[in-house]
């Protein structure tokens, strides 16, 4: 099965790619790897604020993660211009917003591997990083940044 058509299965429709809100691009390429930049949940267009473990709990942060993945995936076919070449999810690393005693940075950060494993099957099982981190840009529940290999 196509990744568009999983897509259209999922009833996802990816978005554009978003304007960087600092000095840098949203990704690189080099050889056969793309590097995405860390993109932050959003929810109704605006930074997904929460602190995991204070003001969310870990289901709440896991569907943030999952709508990073979704951002995620736009920015990919932009840079790729077509999901079917990726060989590879190389590696995502999270950083999960949190109170001093959140421990479910990695439950959370499963919102964002399902939905690539979903997408992608097996060419979606990847390396992973997920931190707790005492803040994150504009007070963003949840930061991922990916790296996908190209065929």
Known sequence: MSVYDKLKELNITLPPVATPAAAYVPFVR????VFLSGHIAKKDGKAW???LGQTMQTEEGKAAARAIAIDLLGTLHAAVGDLNSI???VKVMSLVNSSLD???QHL???GASDLLGE???ARGAHARSAFGVAQNPMGACVEIELIAEVG
């Open 49 to 51: 604020v929460g602190k």
């Open 30 to 33: 080099t050889g056969n790897l």
């Open 87 to 89: 060989t590879r999810i």
């Open 119 to 121: 997408v992608f099957g």
């Open 108 to 110: 959370v950060t499963n």
């Open 102 to 104: 959140f421990t479910e």
